[in-house]
Nanobody
Framework: VQLQASGGGSVQEGDSLRLSCTISGRDGGMLIMGWFRQTPGKEREFVAQINRSGTNTNYADSVKGRFAISRDNRNTIYLQMNDLKPEDTGVYYC??????????????????WGQGTQVTVSS
């Protein structure tokens, strides 16, 4: 199973970026998918998740109202990030798992991870 993430970059505060992630080697329609981020010296933190059909989403409080996760087919998800802030800087990882609760309650249970894409927001 591979998760390929792309779309990161360096932007100014208030700008937007769109991340994408495609899963291969497994039917993505069987999986919950989502995003985490990590900065040096900190633990990986939950950002957003989306259910198998794309009808239910969940966000970290820090990104609610600014980020939107979506799913346009069984194997690809997106993270639209608007009004970016310097504190959004980090490496963003795509994740996939069979369990909804693993994303917020048991990160160690996450089944599959992408390679990460860097997002840098300057003030």
């Amino acid at each position: 199973v591979q998760l390929q993430a792309s779309g990161g970059g360096s932007v100014q505060e208030g700008d937007s970026l769109r991340l994408s992630c495609t899963i291969s080697g497994r039917d993505g329609g069987m999986l919950i998918m989502g995003w985490f981020r990590q900065t040096p010296g900190k633990e990986r933190e939950f950002v957003a998740q989306i259910n198998r059909s794309g009808t239910n989403t969940n966000y970290a409080d820090s990104v609610k109202g600014r980020f939107a996760i979506s799913r346009d087919n069984r194997n690809t998800i997106y993270l639209q990030m608007n009004d970016l802030k310097p504190e959004d800087t980090g490496v963003y990882y795509c994740a996939a798992d069979f369990s909804w609760s693993d994303f917020t309650q048991r990160i160690e249970g996450i089944t599959d991870w992408g390679q990460g894409t860097q997002v840098t927001v300057s003030s």
